[in-house]
Nanobody, 127 residues
Framework: AQALVERGGGSVQTGGSLRLSCAADGYYKFNRYLLAWFRRAPGKDREGIAAINTANGDTYYVDSVKGRFTISLDVTETTLYLDMNTLQPDDTAMYYC???????????????????WGQGTQVTVSS
């Protein structure tokens, strides 16, 4: 399995912004993949929050981040981003990127769909 590496976590105040990035360990193009961002808050289950079908560009968000977060793939198709705006304390979590070569978009929030995972990057939002 390919390793993924996330970058960009940190600590911000309420209302702040962060950009997370995710790339394969070594140059790798994610054309025709299902890519996603998951997060795990303290004491909670891992949840999928944003996903993208790189074959057609369709994006998906859960309601809690819709309108605040944007998932995108760069033009080289090697780096996945999550732009997070208007951050709230409830967004505090470890954030993970995930990749699946099978574009099972109807199960996009199911972690079992994804073959590759990153090690996670911490995002902390203080009030």
């Amino acid at each position: 399995a390919q390793a993924l590496v996330e970058r960009g976590g940190g600590s911000v105040q309420t209302g702040g912004s962060l950009r997370l990035s995710c790339a394969a360990d070594g140059y790798y193009k994610f054309n025709r993949y299902l890519l996603a961002w998951f997060r795990r808050a303290p004491g909670k289950d891992r949840e999928g929050i944003a996903a993208i079908n790189t074959a057609n560009g369709d994006t998906y968000y859960v309601d809690s981040v819709k309108g605040r977060f944007t998932i995108s793939l760069d033009v080289t198709e090697t780096t996945l981003y999550l732009d997070m705006n208007t951050l709230q304390p409830d967004d505090t979590a470890m954030y993970y990127c995930a990749a699946s070569p099978a574009i099972i978009y109807w199960r996009r929030w199911d972690p079992d769909v994804y073959d590759w995972w990153g090690q996670g990057t911490q995002v902390t939002v203080s009030s």
